[in-house]
């Protein structure tokens, strides 16, 4: 199962950009700022979620574009094709519309098909950033598994900012409109909780089959801010009502659950190893998600300069990892230097200001 007949339109620097034949191995080359992220980005809307950036949708539409960008690919999978497809309109800019197989069809539905797994530079800050990082990060990973985890996120967000909003309010909120809240807080929240706590496990498993070396091995550990079952749930946010008013804000529940990663054979907090050791850590949870993600869907793994940022033995122990990782794997970089020993099963694109050409 793969990706191929992927097309851009109206996307960041793209105009217009087509890339078809793809294979296993496929490679995005060309100078910093030429529109290699941004093909990145763009297939990782072929699944539920807001991108690798997060970005807002308006700014990833061409300058000058009146109509809005497009994104589509075809997904064969059992001798049969399926054209995935998400795209923005200028009549309705904040809103990401999804197509398959021409039908009108929801974000979550894409994560039915696909299954997407990124590495950036920009995750290089994850252990030593704020815990918000990491929330996002296991969800994001757990919406690869169960693309029902994101309209859970969603929700408990949206009755959060309510339940907040009530508790800064100068009069006593009812009690009525608390339980209320609160009911949909712990419905989604004991869900989100869940998720997490079954994405840390299973991840934890697969990354004990694998080899400790070269990459390092992380240990992981799932902290809920609050009790991770329904009653418990529920009963915290009852019994903290009036702490939670005096400080006008929710003290307890999944928006402070934390991922604790330790280095294992070294016993040490990733945020206190080199940075080597924290880009490896982070090199083998993205393969160990990968193997997971791509169990019964197409698998889809997006590493943005992590070839050129890895020496030379880990840079080989990683093609290793990927060729049996059952993903289509799309890399990118400034030269070909770091994938010589790929670049025979290699499909290779060269990307300049916003054009895509088949090398």
Same mark, same amino acid.
């Given at each position: 199962m793969a990706l191929d007949r992927i097309s851009l339109t109206g996307f960041r620097n793209h105009a217009a950009s087509d890339l078809?034949?793809?294979?296993?191995? @496929?490679l995005?080359?060309?100078? @910093?700022g030429a529109g290699k992220t941004n093909v990145l980005e763009a297939l990782s809307l072929l699944a539920p979620?807001?991108?690798?950036r997060r970005a807002a949708l308006a700014e990833m539409v061409r300058a000058g574009s009146e109509t809005g960008f497009g994104v589509g690919a075809s997904l064969a999978q059992d001798g049969e094709e399926v054209r995935l497809a998400t795209y923005s309109e200028s009549a309705n800019p904040g809103r990401r519309r999804v197509r398959i197989n021409g039908a009108e069809a929801s974000a979550t539905s894409l994560g039915e098909w696909l299954a997407v797994t990124w590495l950036t530079p920009s995750m290089d800050g994850l252990f030593t950033g704020p815990a918000?990082?990491?929330r996002r990060y296991m969800d994001r990973l757990a919406l690869a598994l169960d693309p029902q985890h994101a309209s859970h996120a969603a929700r408990y967000d949206a009755a959060l900012r309510e339940r907040n909003r009530l508790l800064t309010d100068r009069r006593e909120p009812e009690s009525g409109w608390l339980d209320a809240i609160e009911a949909q807080m712990v419905r989604h929240g004991s869900a989100l909780m869940q998720g997490r706590a079954r994405l840390v496990e299973t991840l934890a498993v697969r990354l004990a089959e694998m080899p400790a070396e070269p990459f390092a091995r992380p240990a992981l550990t799932y902290n809920p801010g609050a009790p991770d079952h329904a009653d418990g749930l529920s009963q915290a946010l009852f019994d903290n009502r009036k702490r939670d008013r005096a400080a006008q804000r929710t003290l307890a529940g999944?928006?402070?659950d934390e991922l604790d990663v330790v280095h294992a054979a070294k016993r040490v907090p990733a945020a206190q190893s080199s940075t080597g050791e924290q880009k490896a850590m982070l090199v083998a949870m993205t393969l160990a998600h990968a193997g997971l993600a791509a169990q019964g869907r197409a698998g889809l793994l997006l590493l943005d300069e992590v070839a050129a940022h890895l020496d030379p033995v880990r840079r080989a122990a990683l093609f290793e990892q990927l060729r049996g990782s059952g993903a289509q794997v799309w890399m990118t970089g400034t030269e070909l230097a770091p994938f010589d020993s790929i670049a025979g099963e290699a499909a290779v694109w060269r990307v300049s200001g916003g054009e895509v050409a088949r090398a």
């Open positions: 078809a034949g793809t294979t296993r191995f @496929n995005l080359v060309g100078e @910093n979620g807001r991108g690798l918000g990082d990491r999944p928006h402070r």
